[in-house]
Nanobody
């Protein structure tokens, strides 16, 4: 069982930056693939970025590639999402998710979810 708690969301102007954090409970954090998803009002939840368990290979949605960076600190049981050059279309609730297999983009394949953190980008 893993519990995930996101933080770091807020209101930022277009072109600005935010860093999201997701703290995980338990002693087996390094056995989980971690990912960030987001859900804008009226839209389905979508994959943003993922990172593998130990080697830390990363994967990104095309819409954020080059602007967002996912990373993890297994000693701190935390995964991060550094978001730069933010755009109004990045506005959404951002969720952290975990699973024990490879990075995938489908929400239904993740076993554990955080409660989400709101990111609002003003134009």
């Amino acid at each position: 069982q893993v519990q995930l708690v996101e933080s770091g969301g807020g209101l930022v102007q277009a072109g600005g930056s935010l860093r999201l954090s997701c703290a995980a409970s338990g002693r087996t954090f390094n056995t989980y693939t971690m990912a960030w998803f987001r859900q804008a009002p009226g839209k389905e939840r979508e994959f943003v970025a993922g990172i593998t368990r130990s080697i830390g290979n990363t994967y990104y949605a095309n819409s954020v590639k080059g602007r967002f960076t996912i990373s993890r600190d297994n000693a701190k049981n935390t995964v991060y999402l550094q978001m730069n050059s933010l755009k109004p279309e990045d506005t959404a609730v951002y969720y952290c998710a975990a699973r024990r297999a490879i990075v995938v983009v489908t929400t239904s394949d993740y076993d554990y979810w955080g409660q989400g953190t709101q990111v609002t980008v003003s134009s």
